[in-house]
C-alpha cells in the first residue's frame, strides 16, 4: 500500500513539472 501511494505521488509530481515546462513554453512562444 505504502509504494503504490509513493509511485502516485511521484506520477502526479512529474506530470505537474511537465505540465508547467509546457506552459512555460507556451508563453515564450
Known amino acids: ?3 503504490r501511494g509513493i509511485c502516485f505521488r511521484i ?3 512529474l ?3 511537465y505540465y508547467m515546462l509546457l ?3 507556451e ?3
Do not use: G, P, V
Request: net charge positive; aromatic share 20%; no cysteine.
Open 1 to 3: 500500500m505504502l509504494q
Open 11 to 13: 506520477k502526479y509530481w
Open 15 to 17: 506530470n505537474r513539472e
Open 23 to 25: 506552459f512555460a513554453n
Open 27 to 29: 508563453r515564450k512562444a
